[in-house]
Every structure is written in C-alpha cells, then in structure tokens.
DNA sequence: CATACTAACTAACAAGTGTTAGTTTCAAAA
DNA sequence: TTTTGAAACTAACACTTGTTAGTTAGTATG
C-alpha cells in the first residue's frame, strides 16, 4: 500500500548503523554493504552521506516541534500538558528506534542546517520550560529549580529510544503511564 | 605540586575534543593542531588514538564502580543510598566534564577493552537496580516499576555532564540536593 | 664532557574516505 | 519494437586517515 522507495530503504538502514556506531564512524561501503549493493550505488538515490543524516534529523525534530506546538496551544493544566508532552516522546521514539539515536547524538554533524535544528531545539525547550514555570506560578507544581525539572524530564525522555527495545512487553501506553507516574509524583512512598 | 604530563594534556586535550564532535571525528591531526604541535609527535606521548579513548573511558568507570561498591557496602536506607548516587554522580561528573561525553557516546568504540567496559556498566546497573528493589520491599519506595525507576535516574544522572557546565553558579553541593528531591520527591505539589 | 631523556620535527606509507563518470541490465511503457 | 527509467555495476579520483621511521634541538644527569 504505502510504497516504500529504495532511498527511504537507504535511510532506514542508515539509521541503524547510525545508531551503532554514530554518522562519523559509518563508511558510505558499510551501508552499502547492508544493502548488498556497492558503494557507488547509493548516489542513484541519494545525494551524499550528509543528506541521509539531514533527511533523518530534521523529519524528527519538526515532529516534536509540530507535536509541542499542539499541547501548547491547548487550554489544559499544566501536568495534563507534561503528560501529553510524555506521550509525545513515547509515541515518536517507539516508532523511530533508529532515528532517536541519530537526533540525540549526532546533530553535531549536520552541516547547513544544523542553525535550523538548533533553533528548533531550543525553541522546544523554552516551551517545555514555560509550561514547568506556568504550572508553578499556578501552584500545580512545587517550588523546585524549574530548570533542574526539565532537564530531569526531558534527558529521561531523550533516552527512551535506549529504553524501549529492551522492554517489549512494556506497550506505548504503558510506558507513557509509568513514566508519567514516576517523573511527576516521584518515587518516594 | 601534581606534576601533569605532557601524556596527561593530550588526553585532556582529547576528551574536549571528543565531547564536541565525538571520537570518530577528532582525527590525530584535530588533536596535533590543538595541542600546537604535528600529529606525529603525540606518538611521543602516546600509543595510538584508541589507548587515549581507553585511558578516558575505562579510568571513568571503574571510580563510578568503586563509587557503587562503596554505597552499597554501608547500612544506610534505601533512601540515603540513592542520594549518595546522586552525589556521586554530581561529584564525578563536576570534575570530569569532558571525559563523561565520552563515557556516554564513544564508548562502542572501544575494542580491546569493550568487553571489560560492559561488565562494568552491567555491574553497576545491576546494584542501582538492587537497591531499589529493596527499598520497594522495605516499603520505603512507591511500588512502581523499579526498573523504570532505575532507568529514570540512571539516564538523568548520566547527562549531567552536559547540564553542569551551563548552571556554573550551581554548586555541586546544591545541585545534589535539588536533584535529590526533583527525582525522589517528583514534581507534583 | 658524555650520556640520556624529552619533545618536537619532516617525510612518507598503506589503507580507507566520499564521490563521480560512464556503462550495463532488465522490465515496463509507448 | 523501440524507448524509457530504475537500479545496479566497474573503475577511478583526490583527499584524509592513523601511524612509523628517522632525525634534530635542548636540557638535565652521570
């Protein structure tokens, strides 16, 4: 039903290299190699080694901008929002294992649109933070650093993309649940 | 008075290097070019650009193992043993900025000493996940899911390299403490 | 003075890098 | 049947990689 081309086929392959062994330390051979073809190739579908990496990173990051921006401009409570915003890495980490790695640990090496990412990234990041200083400015969160708060969440939520594959059993739902329960009340009895 | 080597420098020289485009991207002659001299001469100093990766990444984890060995021998709670983690982490983690990028992303690049580096790693995972076992059978911790617990800690706790450096007027002191109840107490009011 | 050590250098090598050009194969469309 | 297009190939390029060999200059030690 939904055709999927030889380039997606490169990149999806790509991805997971990336995630073993980082863009830098992947050769163009070694992902022809895993397609069975030769190196030379791959420029039938795609344009260099860097339009993979970009064509996995930004797809991502504008996911989680576009996904943001929704519980953003929702009239929900503060903690209804952090929920949803775990939801939100739940759902697009379990469905892209491989490009999780790649955004978490190799943006450093986009070339022109790495401004663009890092402008998304911390456009995300001032949004989860004002969500953290509203709910605390209406006492649905206590006076903890708001800062130490997200950056607490969100490196838990960057993670998941470790996390999910070893725990299977554990559906989407799940998990959001259990994060949810263990990032917002704690752990304390 | 602590006399730092020349073989001291290039390996420091190297984890800062390392922590902005990771190993697989610093080539020899990155290094040389900040160290002010050729690329040949770090042979001087050192054996090959893998013992450098070596000597960052397997000295960091053995103090995190003695560190762990050392908190679980104490008859503490449940409780006062994960905040000693966290201190542990913070503390670790303060001192050795640069090195921590490297434990975390250019680890799989080690090769003779990745076997050694991944018992250690199992190691301490298998204590953290021990001691919140036992604080949830002591009734001390919430029966939530210990190893989603463990996992939201761990991962925490191990991007504090790249958080620290940015909350300079933090105190190592007081950022253990605020973590302590950020992660421990949860968020909620 | 002679020796040894430290730390730099130049020059080079063999292997691996991303990428390009040009060609071939084969099935579908005209 | 001819044409077109997708997808593979071989061969090669210019450059970069980690590393080695051999040498030189300065400085401390015997």
């Known amino acids: 039903m939904k055709p999927i081309t030889r380039k997606e086929e490169i990149i999806r392959t790509a991805a997971k290299l990336f995630k073993d062994k980082g863009y830098s330390a992947v050769t163009m051979r070694d992902l022809a190699t895993s397609m069975g073809i030769k190196a030379s190739s791959l420029y039938n579908h795609i344009n260099s080694k860097q339009d993979i990496l970009k064509a996995i990173i930004i797809s991502l990051a504008e996911e989680f901008t576009a996904g943001m921006k929704l519980i ?39 070339e022109d649109q790495l401004e663009y990412y890092l402008k998304l990234r911390q456009g995300y990041e001032d949004d989860f933070l004002k969500i953290i200083e509203n709910g605390k400015s209406n006492a649905e969160i ?5 800062e130490i708060i997200m950056f607490s969440m969100l490196t838990t939520l960057r993670s998941l993309y470790l996390w999910i594959p070893k725990k299977e059993d554990l559906n989407a739902k799940d998990l959001a649940i259990n994060l949810s329960e263990v990032l917002i009340h704690g752990i304390n009895k």
Do not use: F, T
């Open 72 to 110: 953003q401009s929702s009239n929900d409570s503060c903690m209804s929002k952090l929920k949803a915003i775990i939801e939100l890495h739940v759902r697009i980490s379990s469905e892209n294992i491989y490009g999780m790695a790649s955004l978490n640990n190799d943006w450093m090496h986009l």
């Open 142 to 146: 206590k006076a903890a650093n708001p």
